[in-house]
């Protein structure tokens, strides 16, 4: 089926440690996002993206490094690991307009120990 | 900056009852606005959406919206609730200022819980 798809889902990291969590999409669309998701925040945006080779700063990108070289892929990267960054992490993407909504991933689970 | 407010983080009901969400949104512009679910899990659905013309908007499983530009209010409704409806909700809409580039704010969420 057409959609977002997140890697890992799961993941444990120890303070200091770096990952890189994987969103790939099949739709074609322009825009891409990753959100973080904490209880009672909502959901917060950390970086963006809005064509292959470009990247822009959300509201909280503090901690965290994107790369969009493939269209159909955006990659969220932490270099050294906080506990802090312990959340649930969701990659988005849209159509130009944005208009019609957001088609999200499933998540990665994230604990920084 | 466009806020979204959801007015309730836990709304329990019982079975086959009403339900009412509420959000508000900061700006009194046109605006398009959204309601996603996320149950139990899982990543975030888009449950409806609000675009221009009627403002009674329909979603999936039975869910509808209003919006009311006067109040800047973006309320979900259903008229009988199943146990099947309790996840998160949430209400976005587009983050304002310049070209949001499809940005979207969210509220905090409201959690449905439905009983038996």
């Known amino acids: 089926n057409a959609g977002v798809t997140q890697t890992p889902k799961f993941r444990v990291l120890k303070t200091g440690q770096s990952m890189t969590l994987l969103c790939a999409q099949d739709?074609?669309?322009?825009?891409m996002y990753w959100y973080r998701q904490d209880p009672g925040m909502g959901l917060r945006l950390i970086h963006y993206?809005?064509?292959?080779?470009?990247?822009a700063k959300g509201e909280v990108p503090d901690g965290y490094n994107v790369s969009r070289l493939k269209k159909q892929n955006f990659l969220l990267g932490l270099e050294s690991a906080a506990p802090s960054q312990t959340s649930v992490y969701f990659c988005?993407?849209?159509?130009?307009?944005?208009?019609?909504?957001?088609?999200f991933g499933s998540g990665t689970r994230l604990t920084v120990v | 900056a466009q806020s979204v407010t959801q007015l309730d983080s836990q709304v329990p009901v019982f079975e086959e009852a009403p339900v009412e969400l509420r959000c508000n949104y900061s700006?009194?512009?046109?605006?398009?606005l959204f309601w996603y679910v996320q149950y139990p899990n899982q990543g975030l659905q888009l449950l409806l959406k609000?675009?221009?013309?009627?403002?009674l908007v329909k979603g999936i499983n039975g869910f509808e919206a209003e919006f009311n530009k006067s109040q800047t209010s973006f309320h979900l409704r259903k008229p009988s609730v199943h146990i099947s409806d309790t996840a998160e909700y949430f209400c976005?809409?587009?983050?304002?200022?310049?070209?949001?580039?499809?940005?979207?704010?969210f509220g905090q969420g409201t959690i449905l819980t439905v009983h038996p």
């Open positions: 988005a993407s849209t159509n130009r307009q944005g208009r019609y909504g957001y088609t």
């Open positions: 739709m074609n669309h322009e825009y």
């Open positions: 993206s809005v064509g292959e080779g470009t990247t």
């Open positions: 700006s009194s512009v046109s605006v398009y």
């Open positions: 609000y675009l221009s013309g009627s403002t």
């Open positions: 976005a809409a587009p983050v304002a200022g310049g070209t949001s580039y499809g940005k979207l704010t």
